[in-house]
T-cell receptor
């Protein structure tokens, strides 16, 4: 069974600095997708970035980038130039292929606080 | 595009009553929708996968008779919590898969429903 591990329950970063959130996963599949979702205090889940396992190039979305190490099954998220609006709970997720609709397996989450 | 709504956003009910939560995909058709439950400061736990026109697939440990799911159209899925009890109080989130996006299968999330059972 696929599992997703986020080992940092909480993190803090000063505004404008860079922070990295870690995520490891376990799977026997070769083709899959990985995601980072953000859940701010409003609790609306927002997709931050996605990575397709067959792509070697790390995904980047503006200030957000990932370090995808397939062999190590590691998928960390780097947030550059942190902003107060980045304060949220961040979930790493693995997309598991199913017959009836691929389902997401989430990690436990990391609470990120950006301080001014 | 790809907006998912939920109604109601919050509901308070008495113990023993049933509560229905709606999940709608507003600008796309969703053959598959998912229902999650989330406790404070915890992760999302998948409860069931809802497929249009067929029975829902429940995750292990989720009571089918307790959490009734109906996916009657390509834009609407409902979750009914039957005979609700205080331990059912939680935040319920739905997501929908946009079938137009092919193999990528990204899920779009609704804003969630906070259920409080007194």
């Amino acid at each position: 069974a696929q599992t997703v591990t986020q080992s940092q329950p909480e993190m803090s970063v000063q505004e404008a600095e860079t922070v990295t959130l870690s995520c490891t996963y376990d799977t026997s599949e070769n083709n899959y997708y990985l995601f980072w979702y953000k859940q701010p205090p409003s609790r609306q889940m927002i997709l931050v970035i996605r990575q397709e396992a067959y792509k070697q190039q790390n995904a980047t979305e503006n200030r957000f980038s990932v370090n995808f190490q397939k062999a190590a099954k590691s998928f960390s998220l780097k947030i550059s130039d942190s902003q107060l609006g980045d304060t949220a709970m961040y979930f790493c997720a693995f997309m598991k292929r199913m017959e009836y609709g691929n389902k997401l397996v989430f990690g436990a989450g990391t609470i990120l606080r950006v301080k001014s | 595009g790809a907006v998912v709504s939920q109604h109601p956003s919050w509901v308070i009910c008495k113990s023993g009553t049933s509560v229905k939560i709606e999940c709608r995909s507003l600008d796309f058709q969703a053959t598959t929708m998912f229902w999650y439950r989330q406790f404070p400061k915890q992760s999302l736990m998948l409860m069931a996968t809802s497929n249009e026109g067929s029975k829902a697939t429940y995750e292990q440990g989720v009571e089918k008779d307790k959490f009734l799911i109906n996916h009657a159209s390509l834009t609407l899925s409902t979750l009914t919590v039957t005979s609700a009890h205080p331990e059912d109080s939680s935040f319920y989130i739905c997501s929908a898969r946009d079938q137009r996006r092919g193999a990528y299968n990204e899920q779009f999330f609704g804003p969630g429903t906070r259920l409080t059972v007194l």
